[in-house]
T-cell receptor, first 114, second 114 residues
Framework: AQSVTQPDIHITVSEGASLELRCNYS??????LFWYVQSPGQGLQLLLK??????LVQGIKGFEAEFKRSQSSFNLRKPSVHWSDAAEYFC????????????FGAGTILRVKS | DADVTQTPRNRITKTGKRIMLECSQT?????MYWYRQDPGLGLRLIYY???????NKGEISDGYSVSRQAQAKFSLSLESAIPNQTALYFC?????????????FGEGSWLTVV
């Protein structure tokens, strides 16, 4: 079965600092990978997704993620964090073998200090 | 207007009562989902429907039922609500034709069972 691990429950970074949120997964042969963001009291917004091709994907709000098959990872990065990035971030994986249903990680709460 | 609309957005109900959460979408997607979000657990799939005649249980379907009234409408019912069903519930839709089954979420429904 698919599974997703986000090792960090909370992360605190200073405004302007770089950010990396980790995501590891187990999957079928052809994974689809996603990062969603949830601001307080809001629904989930898609940041970026990987299906195939270039393993470095660009998303909205200046985020990017890199798919590393050898490490079963899909880490989210941003070079300079803004206070408005404070939110909870979810990694999700789907696979054709599992009917394309998504499995979500437990989430990482990002705090930004000024 | 939101593409995926959930009603009610907030509800407090008593133990043992029946409660229905409704979802409608204007995206024209065949696939619809109900997820539950709990702190530290991420999102877990309750039920999903790949078309009007197709209903499937997710990983945590006990205590829930669903109805797919039309392509655009998918409702979730708690037949006899209990306090541990207090959570944030999300309806979502997807289109398998849009590469990897990207899922689009509603804004969520907060349910409190007292």
């Amino acid at each position: 079965a698919q599974s997703v691990t986000q090792p960090d429950i909370h992360i605190t970074v200073s405004e302007g600092a770089s950010l990396e949120l980790r995501c590891n997964y187990s999957y079928g042969a052809t994974p689809y990978l996603f990062w969603y963001v949830q601001s307080p009291g809001q629904g989930l917004q898609l940041l970026l997704k990987y299906f195939s091709g270039d393993t470095l994907v660009q998303g909205i709000k200046g985020f990017e993620a890199e798919f590393k098959r050898s490490q079963s990872s899909f880490n989210l990065r941003k070079p300079s964090v803004h206070w408005s990035d404070a939110a909870e971030y979810f990694c999700a994986v789907g696979a054709v073998e599992y009917g394309n249903k998504l499995v979500f990680g437990a989430g990482t709460i990002l705090r930004v200090k000024s | 207007d939101a593409d995926v609309t959930q009603t009610p957005r907030n509800r407090i109900t008593k133990t043992g009562k029946r409660i229905m959460l409704e979802c409608s979408q204007t995206k024209g997607h065949d696939r619809m989902y109900w997820y539950r979000q709990d702190p530290g657990l991420g999102l877990r799939l309750i039920y999903y429907s790949f078309d009007v005649k197709d209903i499937n249980k997710g990983e945590i379907s006990d205590g829930y039922s669903v109805s797919r009234q039309a392509q655009a409408k998918f409702s979730l019912s708690l037949e006899s609500a209990i306090p541990n069903q207090t959570a944030l519930y999300f309806c979502a839709t997807s289109d398998p034709g849009s590469s990897g089954n990207t899922i689009y979420f509603g804004e969520g429904s907060w349910l409190t069972v007292v």
